[in-house]
């Protein structure tokens, strides 16, 4: 893609008949199963080596919304180079199963994830990576354990997030490697954007709190969502 001006901080549409270079590749599967796991990763793992980590939801104690443990371990054991792959995890920045390290360790036993070891990335400390070119943020604090690892496997299981304005694999990346006390809050209260909003957890009954030009009211999670996902196809 042609490189936007720095005029324009990088937020710049290029027309797709301005654009340079190779075209992006996905691969789509209807085969969702261990085997269809299994081919798909093998369109594109060629430079999978080192020390792998493992990046994927271990879900909520006894939560549905997850990719089946079983698959993972079977996808795991048939792939050449995985054998010693690590999954690995970060607290959480709202209160809950997975807030703390010693909470954390016990939902990927729940859950069943025993057959691999799992690294919660941030129980030891943080650490301050930079962020070339960052609009909202010129640092990002991440589970300090992100740097052990070479490469990340990124397993991402379908969720509502996009309709809230970031989702899948960014999200899966992103805020789930964010360390749980400083990374994600600073994600969950940047400020000085018409298209970041601040939300905090407000107790077990899942309202949330918008925070925007000073004004605050209380907002569920399905209204956000519905907000958000109003507001992003109005733009398009």
Not at 104 to 118: A, L, Q, Y
Not at 128 to 154: A, C, F, I, R
């Amino acid at each position: 893609m042609a490189k936007p001006t720095a005029a324009t901080d990088g937020n710049a549409y290029v027309p797709y008949e301005d654009r340079t270079g190779n075209e992006s590749i996905v691969y789509f599967t209807r085969d969702i199963s261990p085997e269809g796991m299994k081919r798909s990763y093998e369109q594109v793992n060629a430079r999978i080596a080192g020390k792998v980590g493992v990046k994927l939801h271990t879900g909520e104690p006894r939560g549905p919304n997850i990719i089946p443990a079983e698959w993972v371990r079977e996808f795991l054991a048939g792939e050449p180079g995985l054998d010693g792959a690590s999954i690995v995890e970060t607290n959480t920045y709202y209160e809950g199963d997975r807030h703390t390290t010693e909470q954390h360790r016990k939902t990927p036993e729940i859950n069943g994830w025993t057959f691999r070891s799992v690294d919660i990335m941030d129980h030891e400390r943080a650490a301050e990576l930079p962020v070339e070119g960052g609009k909202w943020q010129e640092t990002m604090s991440v589970g300090s354990h992100l740097l052990n690892y070479d490469p990340l496997v990124v397993l991402t299981h379908c969720k509502g997030h996009p309709q809230g304005g970031l989702g899948g694999s960014n999200k899966n990346i992103g805020i789930g490697c964010a360390d749980g006390r400083v990374g994600k809050k600073r994600i969950h209260t940047t400020e000085g954007s018409d298209d970041m909003w601040s939300i905090d957890m407000e107790g077990v009954d899942g309202a949330h709190q918008r925070v925007h030009e000073g004004n605050a009211r209380p907002l569920r999670r399905a209204d956000l969502l519905r907000e958000r996902h109003a507001e992003h196809v109005g733009r398009l």
